[in-house]
């Protein structure tokens, strides 16, 4: 069983910054992508950032040159820097994870993505 846990939402002023984190733990044999996706209030889950394990990182177009996203790969795991906050940055965050981990019900490895339970950030005008 892989678990992702989040935190560092909460409520700030546009023009703030905040910083999530997201930690894996369970029988993890090794990570490939990481990233966090955002869900605001009547609209799609959407990507907003991905690093995989060498360190390269893809990040939506709303969000470059204000959001940075890190990781550890020996902890597990994942970080979003956010600057400069928007209004319309206010969502529910999730952190994702492609995770190769032994399931003992199969008794072998298997890998597919985990989701975190999400935290909310809102961003005040």
């Given at each position: 069983?892989v678990?992702l846990v989040?935190?560092?939402?909460?409520?700030v002023?546009?023009g703030?910054?905040?910083?999530?984190?997201c930690a894996a733990?369970g029988?993890?044999?090794?990570?490939?992508?990481?990233?966090w996706?955002r869900q605001?209030?009547g609209?799609?889950?959407?990507?907003?950032?991905v690093?995989?394990?060498?360190?390269?990182?893809?990040?939506?177009?709303s969000v470059?040159g204000r959001f940075?996203?890190?990781r550890?790969?020996a902890?597990?795991t994942?970080n979003?820097?956010?600057?400069?906050?928007?209004?319309e940055?206010?969502?529910?965050y999730y952190?994702n994870?492609?995770?190769?981990?032994y399931a003992?019900?199969?008794?072998?490895y298997?890998t597919r993505?985990y989701?975190?339970?999400?935290?909310q950030v809102?961003?005040?005008?």
């Open positions: 069983q678990q989040e935190s560092g939402g909460g409520l002023q546009a703030g910054s905040l910083r999530l984190s733990s029988s993890i044999k090794s990570i490939n992508t990481m990233g996706y605001a209030p609209k799609q889950r959407e990507l907003v950032a690093i995989n394990s060498g360190g390269s990182t893809s990040y939506a177009d470059k940075t996203i890190s550890d790969n902890q597990n994942v979003l820097q956010m600057n400069s906050l928007k209004p940055d206010t969502a529910v952190c994870a492609d995770v190769t981990a003992y019900r199969l008794g072998a298997t993505a989701w975190g339970q999400g935290t809102t961003v005040s005008s």
